[in-house]
């Protein structure tokens, strides 16, 4: 691996990340330049530029996604790497998945399971825990607002209804899609996966607020529970 004995900033100014991205746009730069960027100083004590530390960051991880998957203490592993630059890696990274997932200033609206992964697939890539997520919709099927109800396995955090339909009671929601990831990649659901179902679309027909669905997100695959015959109730 190349490794560049000065600091960025003794560079000539042509040749420099930032200068080029200003100059000519961010898609001439490689991954390990833009990356350089956001460290923006190299490690005197190894003498390492900003670009080593990012050509590390890639070979050691096997490119962006393994860098996205990895926790922030493993970042801070490698040489030159500290809390500072891993919490910036990491929250370049969450805001490109967050973009990646908004639309083009156009209502948000599930009309199938298809529609569900597209918005939340990106949310969860690279996730190592479960996040239990409920999209709080308008009579249209538009969404009004995605809200996390709980973090952690179903088997450790039990979702109990008050708290998954809190905010759809608050917010006047007409309808619900729930939403969790299975960091394993497996989507497919789990005995307590349809429990809880059944148990959330009981206490939504208390309330007078529907659940269209529960949606299981894994490695690029989905489970749709109310595709499945499984939404109970």
């Not at 969450?94 to 599930?110: C, I, M, Q, T």
């Not at 209804?161 to 960091?183: C, D, G, K, W, Y």
Request: proline residues 5%; glycine residues 10%; neutral net charge.
């Amino acid at each position: 691996m190349k490794e560049y004995q000065r600091p960025i900033k003794c560079w000539p100014e042509e040749e420099r990340p930032r200068e080029r991205l200003l100059r000519k746009g961010a898609e001439v730069l490689t991954d390990a330049e833009l990356l350089a960027i956001l460290l923006r100083t190299g490690d005197a004590s190894s003498g390492l530029s900003a670009l080593d530390i990012a050509l590390h960051l890639l070979a050691k991880f096997g490119g962006l996604r393994g860098i996205d998957m990895a926790s922030p203490a493993e970042l801070e592993q490698v040489p030159g790497m500290g809390p500072a630059k891993a919490a910036a890696v990491k929250a370049a990274l969450a805001l490109g998945r967050r973009f990646a997932s908004e639309g083009e200033g156009e209502k948000v609206v599930f009309r199938s399971s298809s529609d569900v992964a597209k918005y939340y697939l990106p949310k969860v890539k690279g996730l190592k825990k479960e996040v239990f997520r409920c999209a709080l919709l308008d009579m249209k099927n538009r969404l009004i607002k995605d809200v996390i109800v709980s973090e952690g396995s179903l088997g450790e955090s039990l979702v109990h209804p008050r708290e998954a339909f809190l905010p759809a009671v608050r917010e006047s929601a007409a309808a619900v899609i729930f939403v969790h990831n299975h960091p394993s990649g497996d989507p497919s659901p789990s005995r307590e996966d349809v429990a809880v179902t059944e148990q959330l679309v009981r206490a939504g027909r208390i309330l007078g607020i529907k659940v269209l669905d529960h949606v299981i997100l894994g490695e690029g695959r989905i489970v749709s529970l109310a595709e499945e015959g499984l939404l109970g109730g």
